[in-house]
């Protein structure tokens, strides 16, 4: 049987929140530890420099904010 494949995606546009966690982190950290689950994942910072009108300074440290909260809850590599 093939692994289950996850690709997860979060826009870097702004502060990691509760809701990011409980939504999206969380679940895929849970996916991660799963034996039978091939988890990918990966911040859309070009996404976020239209979102946000061109704000490189912004996305630049939500970026770093955002991959700090995902190694922090920790996904199984």
């Known amino acids: 049987m093939s692994p289950l494949r996850v690709l ?3 826009t870097t546009s702004g502060t990691p929140h509760l809701g990011n966690y409980v939504g ?3 679940p895929t950290v849970r996916a991660s530890r799963l034996s039978h689950v091939e988890s990918f994942y990966f911040l859309a ?3 976020a420099l239209l979102k ?3 704000e ?3 996305v630049q440290r939500s970026t ?3 991959a700090a ?3 922090a809850c920790g996904p199984d590599p």
Do not use: N, Q
């Open 56 to 58: 490189p300074a912004r």
């Open 24 to 26: 999206a982190i969380r």
């Open 45 to 47: 910072d070009y996404h």
């Open 8 to 10: 997860t995606g979060i």
């Open 52 to 54: 946000t009108s061109g």
């Open 69 to 71: 909260t995902w190694l």
């Open 64 to 66: 770093l904010e955002i």
